[in-house]
């Protein structure tokens, strides 16, 4: 019997697609999120008429600030094409804008990272 090499033991954490890929931060923040799944918030500026100003999406136990800056363009231009979709009869219900920002985001996450966040759409008017 002889010695081939070592190998690393401990704990490994599986999520999503990925295997240890999870950041101690990203977990901390999961353990305080309430879904434990980590959250998505999309806020979008409408201006009067409620057309899309600007998206914006913030994470939190999801990925790492470092990690997320792809992803983030990624989800807020959905968003803003979703929003541009839906037409201007639907763009003045806000439960209906809020779902269709819901399911795009949620539809993202999954597919891109293979992981579903609570979603949390906040629509801001001027």
Do not use: W
């Not at 990925?18 to 918030?41: C, F, H, M, N, Q």
Request: hydrophobic share 40%; net charge positive.
């Amino acid at each position: 019997m002889s010695l081939a090499g070592r190998i690393e033991v401990g704990r490994r954490f599986v999520d999503g697609k990925g295997i240890g890929d999870v950041e101690s931060l990203v977990l901390k923040d999961r353990v305080t999120s309430p879904g434990r799944a980590g959250d998505g918030r999309s806020r979008l500026l409408l201006d009067h008429g409620r057309a899309p100003l600007r998206s914006d999406i913030v994470t939190r136990g999801v990925v790492t600030e470092s990690g997320s800056e792809e992803l983030v363009e990624g989800v807020r231009d959905e968003v803003l094409r979703a929003i541009e979709e839906i037409g201007a009869d639907a763009r003045t219900d806000t439960a209906e804008m809020q779902t269709a920002i819901r399911r795009v985001v949620r539809r993202f996450f999954n597919k891109r990272i293979d992981r579903k966040p609570m979603i949390v759409p906040v629509l801001l008017e001027l």
